[in-house]
C-alpha cells in the first residue's frame, strides 16, 4: 500500500525575491547596528587630545557621506515610484527614465565644477574667513530646508506623487511615430528632475566642507556615500527587492538631524572667526564638555555656540512635532 507524502509549500516570498521578507528585515537591522557601531567606534575610540585638523577631517568625511548616502536613497525612492509598474513593458519606458537619470548626474558635477569656479573666483576678493562663514550658513539652510521636507512629508505627497501623476500622462499617450521625441523626452525629464534636484542639495551643502577641509574628504564621503546609493540601487533595479526605504529614511534622517547641530556649531565658530559674533566663553563648563565632543560634535563651552545649537535643536524638533501634528489633524478630518 503506497502513501502519498503531502505536499509542503515553500514559504511565501515577494516577487522577484528569494529570501523571506522576516529575515530580509534582520539583515538589515543587523546592517545598520554594524555601521552604527563602526561609527561609534570611531567617535569613542579619539584619544583625549587630538589634532584638531584631523580629526575635523574625519568626522567631516563621515557627515558628506551621510548626506550623500541620503541625498542617493531620495533618488532611489523617487525612480523606484516612477518604474514601478512598468516591469510588463520591458525597458521601452524605463530606459528614457533611466537616461535622465544618468543626464541629471552628469550635470551634477558639471554643476560643482562651476560652483568651485565661482567660489575661487569669489576667494581673490573676499577674505577666507568670510567665505567660510558664507557658505557654511548657506549649507545650513539647505540642511533646515531637506528636514523641513522630509518632516513633512513633501517627498511622499508632493514631489513623488507629482512624478506618478505625470508618469501616467506620459503611459497613456502610446508613442506613435510622431510623437515618440516628445514622449521619450517627457519620461526623461522624469529621470533627471528626480536626481538633479538632489545633485544641486549636495553641490551646495559640500561647498563649505571643501572650503574648510579640502578636495580629499569630499572624495572619500562622496565615495562611501555613492558607493552606499549603488548597493541600494542595485538591490532596488537589479534584484528586484522592496527594501524598507522609510525606515532607512528615518534613520538616515536622524544621523542627518545630528549632523545638523555638527554644522550648526561649527557655523558659529566661523562666524566667530570672521568676527561677525563675539565669542564668550564659559569657563565653569570647560571641565564638564570632554575633548572629543568639541573635536567631533563641535560642542564648546561657549555661549553662542551653545545657544544656537539649542536654538537649532528646537527647530528641528518643533519642526517635526508640528508636522506630526498637522497629520495627525488632516487624518482626523
Same mark, same amino acid.
Given at each position: ?6 505536499? =509542503?509549500?515553500? *514559504?511565501?516570498?515577494? /516577487?522577484?525575491?528569494?529570501? /523571506? ?14 555601521? %552604527? ?9 579619539? *584619544? ?23 541625498? #542617493? ?18 525597458? &521601452?519606458?524605463?530606459? /528614457? ?17 562651476? %560652483? ?15 567665505? +567660510?562663514?558664507?557658505?557654511?550658513? @548657506?549649507?545650513?539652510?539647505? $540642511? ?13 505627497t508632493g514631489w513623488i506623487s507629482l512624478h ?5 500622462? $506620459?503611459?497613456?499617450? %502610446? ?19 528626480? =536626481?538633479?534636484? &538632489? ?17 580629499? *574628504? ?9 558607493? $552606499? ?19 532607512? @529614511? ?16 561649527? !557655523?558659529? !565658530? &566661523? ?13 565653569? @563648563? ?14 564648546? *563651552? ?6 544656537? +545649537? ?7 524638533? #518643533?519642526?517635526?512635532? =508640528? ?7 488632516? %487624518?482626523?478630518?
Amino acid at each position: 500500500m503506497s502513501t502519498v507524502s503531502p505536499k =509542503v509549500s515553500p *514559504p511565501q516570498t515577494q /516577487p522577484g525575491c528569494s529570501t /523571506p521578507p522576516l529575515r530580509r528585515r534582520r539583515w538589515f537591522w543587523l546592517a545598520l547596528g554594524v555601521i %552604527a557601531a563602526i561609527l561609534a567606534w570611531r567617535i569613542l575610540a579619539v *584619544p583625549t587630545v587630538r589634532p584638531a585638523q584631523t580629526a575635523g577631517g574625519v568626522s567631516g568625511f563621515l557627515e558628506i557621506a551621510i548626506l550623500v548616502f541620503r541625498e #542617493g536613497l531620495e533618488c532611489i525612492l523617487i525612480l523606484a515610484a516612477i518604474t514601478g509598474g512598468m516591469s510588463k513593458t520591458g525597458g &521601452e519606458f524605463r530606459r /528614457p527614465i533611466f537616461s535622465g537619470a544618468l543626464g541629471g548626474l552628469a550635470l551634477t558635477v558639471l554643476t560643482w565644477m562651476i %560652483a568651485v569656479r565661482v567660489l575661487t573666483d569669489l576667494g581673490r576678493n573676499v577674505s577666507a574667513l568670510n567665505l +567660510q562663514a558664507e557658505t557654511g550658513l @548657506l549649507a545650513v539652510i539647505v $540642511l533646515i530646508i531637506v528636514m523641513n521636507w522630509f518632516f513633512h512629508k513633501l517627498y511622499w505627497t508632493g514631489w513623488i506623487s507629482l512624478h506618478n501623476r505625470r508618469k501616467r500622462e $506620459l503611459m497613456e499617450r %502610446a508613442p506613435d511615430a510622431r510623437g515618440r521625441a516628445g514622449w521619450w523626452w517627457g519620461l526623461a525629464a522624469l529621470g533627471f528632475s528626480s =536626481v538633479y534636484r &538632489e545633485g544641486v542639495e549636495v553641490v551646495l551643502f559640500l561647498q563649505s566642507y571643501r572650503l574648510r577641509l579640502g578636495d580629499r *574628504p569630499i572624495a572619500y564621503g562622496v565615495a562611501i556615500g555613492l558607493l $552606499l546609493t549603488a548597493m541600494v540601487g542595485l538591490l532596488t533595479f537589479c534584484a528586484h527587492r522592496r527594501l524598507p526605504y522609510r525606515r532607512m @529614511l528615518v534613520f538616515t534622517g536622524v544621523l542627518l538631524g545630528i549632523v545638523f547641530l555638527v554644522m550648526v556649531g561649527e !557655523q558659529v !565658530q &566661523e562666524m566667530q572667526l570672521a568676527h561677525w559674533l563675539p565669542a564668550s566663553r564659559l569657563p565653569w @563648563l570647560a571641565h564638564l564638555i570632554p575633548n572629543w565632543a568639541g573635536l567631533w560634535f563641535s560642542v564648546f *563651552p561657549d555661549a553662542e555656540c551653545l545657544l544656537a +545649537q539649542a536654538a537649532a535643536a528646537a527647530v528641528v524638533l #518643533g519642526s517635526y512635532f =508640528v508636522a506630526r501634528k498637522g497629520g495627525s489633524a488632516m %487624518a482626523s478630518a
